[in-house]
Each structure stands twice: as C-alpha cells, then as structure tokens.
C-alpha cells in the first residue's frame, strides 16, 4: 500500500511538473499513468466515485502540488538549460507507459479494429502541424483572458494530446499566467480555476460516459492523440555529441521509470 502511494505520489509530481511545461500535455501522462479514466469518472459525478478513488488521489494530489509549486521550476531550469534533454526525458516517460495502454485496450475488445487509431494518430499529427506553422498571436491580459487561460488548461487534461501551454504561448498569455502563479496574484489564480471548472464539468462527464459505453474505441483514439502529440516534442537538432549522449541517457531513465511504475502498480494490483 505505501509503496503503490508513493507510485501515484511521483506520477503526480510528474503531472504537476509537465502540466505547465510548453509541448507537454497534462492530459497525456495522466493517460499515461492510469489517472485519467478514475479522473473522468470522479470529476463527472464525484458522488459516486469519491469513495471508490479517494485512496488514489489524495497522495496523486500531493504529489501534483509538489510538482506544480516545486519541480517545475527546477524542469523549467532543465528546460533553458538544453530543451532536448527535457523533452526526452518526458518522451521516455510516456514511450514506457505505452505497452500497457495498448494491453489494456486490446484487453478490453481485442476484435475491434485499430483503425480508428492509425486514422486519429494521423489527422491529429497533421493538426498538430498545422498549428506549429501559425503565427503567434498577442491576448490583452485582464480577468478574462485569465479565464481563457483556465478553459485551455481544462481542455488540455479532458482532451488528451493538446498542450495548453503551446496554446498558450501562442496566444502570449503563458508567461502572464505562469507568473501570476509563482507571486500568488489571487487575480490571476481565480479567474484560471474558474475556466479549469467550467471546462472539466462541461466535458469530463461525456468523456466518462463515452468510456462506460465505447471503451475499446475511446482508448484508441486516445492513444493516437497521445502518440501524435509525443512524436511532436522529440527534438530533431542537439548542440552537440554530448548533449545529444545525455538525451538518449534521460530518454532510457524515463522509459525505464515509467516501466517500473506501471510493473509495480500491475503487482500491487494482482496482490490485492
């Protein structure tokens, strides 16, 4: 038991860490990790679910504020350092978790076809493109644009594969964001946990039931948001040999923890 606490305490700290990283989604690696389903479920009718996951998400939780008020700076720091580094070690992260995913899909229908995902992997590739090429634009910063910010964010964690903050970056109202919350400016934090609300009680109840009803479909063409997205942030250019020696090294060490992870949950769970 505290061993499967700390598990879910770390994928949290690694969710409150990428959550407000540019190219990183939130909603990917709480795919990743097994969250986001009893998320859906307990954010769409927490009634019901509280006492079902409760025992999951107080130390998830904890470890997200750890990861969101704490790690994050330091990533942030990895990232200016050499932004490659940072995004293979988060690649590794999510490439270790998806022989699992694509076990629990087969899992579940094992007959349906996997062309709903290879036809979602290339549409939502082609987007993601597409929105690379725009031009960034520039959002006056007020109440609303800091609810703008919140609807992104909760769109980012219901609909799995959209960084909100690559969205965000586009619109200029990352950095305004990201400062308001480092100062603690309740003007900036308000306004951004009512959009996050308005978002995830808007939607997190139709991804729920879509789950119940069509889980084989649903969790591939999530998995193709999600491969579609991670295949955006894998560097192509490294400063140097060294630097490029040192990615393939953090890309092996998240790989080999998110492995451990999801091997350690599958033994707790067969343990009862």
Known sequence: MLLKSLILAVQGAIVGTGAILPGVSGG?????????????????????FFRLYYKMFIPFLIGWLLGFTLLA?????????????????FFGLICGTLPELIKDSERSDAKR?????????SLAYFLFCLLEQGKPAQVETNTMSFVICGLVWGLSLVVPGLSSSSVLLYMGLYEP????????DFSVI?????????????????????FERHYALISRLILGFVIASSLKIVPVQFESVGTLALSLTCFGAGFALARYMDCA??????NG
Do not use: D, H
């Open 28 to 48: 990917v690696l709480m795919v990743a990790f097994g969250i986001y389903e009893p998320m859906m479920a307990l954010l769409s009718r927490p009634s019901k």
């Open 73 to 89: 700076r330091a990533v942030e720091a990895m990232f200016n350092a050499s932004a490659p580094v940072a995004l293979m070690l």
């Open 113 to 121: 076809s996997w062309t709903p995902f290879v036809l979602t992997l």
């Open 177 to 184: 964001m990201t400062a308001g919350i480092a100062s603690l």
């Open 190 to 210: 308000l306004p951004l946990l009512l959009g996050l609300a308005i978002t995830v009680a808007a939607l997190a109840r139709l991804v729920n039931t879509l």
């Open 265 to 270: 949950r599958e033994k707790q769970q067969a």
